[in-house]
T-cell receptor, first 112, second 113 residues
Framework: GEDVEQSLFLSVREGDSSVINCTYTDSSSTYLYWYKQEPGAGLQLLTYIFSNMDMKQDQRLTVLLNKKDKHLSLRIADTQTGDSAIYFCAESKYSSASKIIFGSGTRLSIRP | AAGVIQSPRHLIKEKRETATLKCYPIPRHDTVYWYQQGPGQDPQFLIS???????DKGSIPDRFSAQQFSDYHSELNMSSLELGDSALYFCASSPGGQNTEAFFGQGTRLTVV
């Protein structure tokens, strides 16, 4: 079945790195995504990784994928107050307009 | 850059009324997805369209229907509204059926009273 799990909360100090973890159950998942949602706002695609990759870096963001363990992580370097949001892990298969399945989201809060 | 446009942004309806939500995809995007996000919940997939044909169906109630028009915009029709339908409804679009570039609109917040 399709299931994506994340821890609900993460608190980090400003300037530290944040690591948000996600596990998924569907081994046929082809794409794995990280979306950011600020309060009352829409879903912003941060980055995605194809299942045959194990790492992707984009500025302050690093995505690590362990396909064997079905574990995905998002590392945010030098976390800033503007990074406060809910971060959703999501997965989909490679097919025409395949649905994207979301995790429950991790609320990231930044403390001074 | 153009984004996914949803209208209205906010909508208040009474129980048993109907509502129509509209989604205008990014230009040259031919795939549209609809999601429902209840308070404190993750987005739940409702339905998707590719080239004006329904391509996938999720947890969309029978009271809801949707379609994609010739200009690729999509409408979600909701009838016999219930209090539990109160949620944020997102539309997303992607090009050529490839969901790697699925971009979401700002959502329509529906409140049923």
């Amino acid at each position: 079945g399709e299931d994506v799990e994340q821890s609900l909360f993460l608190s980090v100090r400003e300037g530290d790195s944040s690591v948000i973890n996600c596990t998924y159950t569907d081994s046929s998942s082809t794409y794995l995504y990280w979306y950011k949602q600020e309060p009352g706002a829409g879903l912003q695609l941060l980055t995605y990784i194809f299942s045959n990759m194990d790492m992707k870096q984009d500025q302050r963001l690093t995505v690590l994928l362990n396909k064997k363990d079905k574990h995905l992580s998002l590392r945010i370097a030098d976390t800033q107050t503007g990074d406060s949001a809910i971060y959703f892990c999501a997965e989909s298969k490679y097919s025409s307009a395949s649905k994207i399945i979301f995790g429950s989201g991790t609320r990231l809060s930044i403390r001074p | 850059a153009a984004g996914v446009i949803q209208s209205p942004r906010h909508l208040i309806k009474e129980k048993r009324e109907t509502a129509t939500l509209k989604c205008y995809p990014i230009p040259r995007h031919d795939t549209v997805y609809w999601y429902q996000q209840g308070p404190g919940q993750d987005p739940q997939f409702l339905i998707s369209f590719y080239e004006k044909m329904q391509s996938d169906k999720g947890s969309i109630p029978d009271r809801f229907s949707a379609q994609q028009f010739s200009d690729y915009h999509s409408e979600l029709n909701m009838s016999s509204l219930e209090l539990g339908d109160s949620a944020l409804y997102f539309c997303a679009s992607s090009p050529g059926g490839q969901n790697t570039e699925a971009f979401f609109g700002q959502g329509t917040r529906l409140t049923v009273v």
